[in-house]
């Protein structure tokens, strides 16, 4: 089963200072798998993700992506404010010189009516809700289903209706789509996720890898409390 | 809309300034004779004997003068501030053009003097050293307030180095590129003055120079007149070119 290994990362480690965020971390990502890292506020989740999207050298361990390189959709909408929405979704293409398929036009038009931006096409950033921009942000990561994502709190500002349209499209139009993304919204995990690394500490260290049923079962048992849920797990 | 009524628009809004000055002229010029301070009026009335060949000669030579020196400001200003921004050397940069900031105007035109003698050297020189400092560190402080979240995108997009220039650097410039053209050319026309003042036989600062010398106050305010209105000419002028060519780079935040 290494064939469809995507990601391994072995013994990761990240300091600030004398601030240790990761601590000896690995595990490993099969293609075609969606996983939710779920650990609390502050214990290292994005800097995880900015570690493996190479923004961040790790201090120590390695980062074996076997896959493509992924896309990365951060927590803030990143818009380039002198660009319209549209310009702004279609940037990467244009920056990769790569002029859209009469296909990827009805992509970009079926993702504009799932969330619901048809009518701010041509709008500036500064015009639209916060919401919307990430909904931009989104489009712009998610259009031409790419291969591998990696997310940071990808829904943290849209509402649950249009979260939960987001997360279907996701799944119909591009099914086979391996993905990471952080959370501490425990509704978007079932809704996407096939799989959660939980991070019991306040640091990133040895993630009990669980299905998404294994999960809820222990959550709803632990009565939402993540520390509850942590030593569940170690006992 | 047009361009030709965006220039008119910007026209009207830099001479609102300008009216501002003419009327608190105006209100001085009632309580001092005029062989101080002479009324608007009473230069405008003289006007048409000033406005000879010889004064359109002093005119073109001063706005050379201005134009390049303001250049060589522009210029070095704006790519020193850059190139400090991107070499991460802001602070030491930041300090130089402080330093040079502190040299007092008279001085360094005496020093332009005695080096290059009379001509059009020392008052270009003066414009130039005197506004590039100002411009280097209004350069300095719009470079930093470049996105560096937008910048982290796009390395994540495996961008080259021009597509970063282009999308990061060069708009957090336009703002930049626009103040730098105000403010470097309101400098530059004060210095200019001070230039031919020391350092010049003919130009408006030479003319002003001898009016002064000579207690002509209307000829001296109707030369102060002419700076200004050529100020507002050039203000009106870059406003409106940035209005309507780079308007979508000024957004509110």
Redesign the interface.
């Given at each position: 089963m290494k064939d469809d290994l995507i990601l391994e990362v072995n013994n990761l480690c990240k300091e600030f200072g004398s601030h240790q965020v990761i601590r000896c971390l690995s595990f490993e990502i099969r293609s075609g798998n969606r996983v939710a890292l779920f650990a609390p506020s502050g214990s290292g989740k994005t800097t995880l993700i900015r570690i493996l999207a190479g923004l961040e050298p790790p201090t120590s361990g390695n980062i074996n992506l076997r896959g493509p390189k992924p896309v990365i959709i951060f927590q803030e909408p990143r818009l380039f404010p002198y660009l319209t929405v549209e310009e702004n979704i279609w940037l990467p293409f244009r920056l990769h010189q790569i002029s859209p398929s009469a296909e990827m036009k009805r992509e970009y038009q079926q993702w504009l009516e799932v969330c619901e931006l048809t009518h701010c096409t041509d709008q500036y950033p500064y015009q639209l809700s916060g919401g919307m921009k990430q909904k931009t942000a989104l489009i712009r990561g998610l259009l031409g289903r790419p291969a591998f994502v990696l997310m940071d709190e990808p829904f943290h500002s849209i509402g649950p209706v249009s979260k939960t349209a987001i997360i279907n499209h996701i799944k119909e139009t591009n099914p086979q789509m391996t993905a990471i993304f952080t959370t501490h919204n425990l509704e978007e995990i079932p809704l996407l996720a096939q799989s959660v690394l939980f991070f019991k500490a306040n640091h990133l260290s040895f993630p009990a890898n669980l299905s998404v049923q294994h999960f809820q079962s222990l959550f709803s048992e632990s009565v939402f409390h993540p520390q509850a849920i942590g030593s569940s797990i170690a006992s | 809309m047009k361009p030709s009524r965006i220039f008119i628009s910007s026209l009207l809004n830099e001479a609102f300034g300008v009216l501002l000055i003419i009327a608190v002229w105006e209100g001085v010029s009632l309580f001092y004779p005029s062989y101080i301070i002479p009324s608007p009026a009473a230069v405008v009335t003289g006007i048409s004997a000033l406005l000879t060949v010889d004064f359109a000669h002093h005119l073109w030579i001063t706005a050379c003068r201005i134009i390049a020196g303001f250049l060589i400001a522009f210029g070095i200003g704006t790519l020193s501030g850059v190139a400090a921004a991107v070499m991460k050397i802001t602070k030491p940069v930041n300090s130089l053009m402080v330093a040079l900031q502190v040299v007092p105007g008279t001085i360094l035109g005496v020093v332009f003097l005695l080096m290059f003698g009379i001509g059009s050297s020392t008052p270009i020189l003066l414009v130039a050293v005197l506004t590039l400092p100002t411009l280097a560190i209004n350069t300095i402080n719009g470079m930093a307030k470049r996105n560096i979240?937008?910048e982290?995108?796009?390395?994540?997009?495996?961008?080259s180095r021009w597509?970063v220039a282009r999308?990061s650097y060069i708009?957090a410039l336009i703002p930049v590129l626009q103040s730098n053209l105000s403010l470097g050319m309101s400098m530059a026309v004060k210095v200019v003055v001070l230039g031919e003042f020391i350092g010049s036989q003919d130009g408006l600062g030479y003319l002003l120079n001898h009016a002064r010398i000579m207690f002509n106050m209307k000829e001296v305010f109707f030369y102060l007149l002419v700076l200004m209105l050529f100020t507002l000419l050039f203000q009106a002028l870059q406003s409106s070119v940035f209005s309507t060519f780079l308007r979508?780079?000024y957004?509110?935040e």
């Open positions: - | 979240a937008q982290e995108y796009l390395k994540t997009l495996q961008c597509q999308l708009p979508k780079y957004f509110p």
